[in-house]
């Protein structure tokens, strides 16, 4: 057999490479000619600990993993990847999938906003990444971070109509869920000044200066808003 006669050219092997070589032949053996994923993991382990950086066993290791659903042992071999990116770009597509296990396989939003952030931290306009953590702190509650993302995320867009969204939803964040109304009172302000004609900015704070008490500056927003 194949396997027999590969093990016995790797114990007559001396060359560091040669033995790489062959226990990474052996390995693919074992993953595509056995099909045993088992055994291909522990032979892909076996060419690792020669060299730990080897990419094709790495690579080789991912695929397994992923299909026999070892997520702890992926993100262990993702973040190996991280670490011999060859620039940011090649660096975020990983920690994009890391972030994306931590969030739909270990149900950890604490775990992926950490990983998202790491990110920003090498791309800071990273526009997707913004959005992600948009999702992952609306779904965790963490309201104060959001502001932050929609704040980061207001930086990185170009039509006004986007900054007055993201300004009011802002607004509501501090009103309704943080209980700071002079902040939301600042960010529907942002939003007008942003589009002066915004309705939906107009609105918003006719509401907060109604529910204030601040009947002329509601009117005042209401005149604005009816003509």
């Known amino acids: 057999p194949l396997l027999n006669v590969l093990q016995r050219r790797l114990e007559l092997a001396y060359d560091q490479e040669e033995k790489k070589r062959l226990r990474f032949e052996i390995a693919g053996v074992w993953e595509s000619g056995v099909e045993d994923p088992a055994h291909a993991i522990e032979a892909y382990g076996d060419v690792l600990a020669l060299d730990e950086g080897f990419l094709p066993a790495l690579k080789a290791l991912e695929r397994l993993y992923t299909q026999e659903e070892r997520w702890s042992e992926l993100v262990e071999v993702y973040e190996r990847q991280v670490s011999l990116a060859e620039d940011g770009d090649e660096a975020i597509l990983i ?133």
Do not use: C
């Open 95 to 227: 920690l994009t999938r890391i972030a994306a296990i931590h969030e739909e396989q270990f149900r950890s939003l604490a775990d992926a906003s950490r990983t998202l952030i790491r990110i920003l931290e090498i791309n800071p306009e990273h526009l997707p990444t913004v959005k992600s953590l948009e999702r992952v702190w609306t779904a965790s509650g963490d309201w104060a971070n959001l502001v932050d993302a929609h704040l980061r995320h207001i930086e990185l867009v170009k039509k006004p109509e986007d900054a007055v969204a993201l300004y009011l939803a802002i607004g509501e964040l501090y009103q309704g869920k943080l209980g700071q109304e002079e902040q939301a009172e600042e960010a529907f302000r942002q939003a007008l000044a942003a589009s002066p004609n915004s309705k939906e900015a107009l609105k918003s704070l006719a509401d907060l200066h109604e529910r204030q008490g601040s009947w002329f500056n509601a009117l005042e927003m209401l005149s604005s808003l009816a003509a």
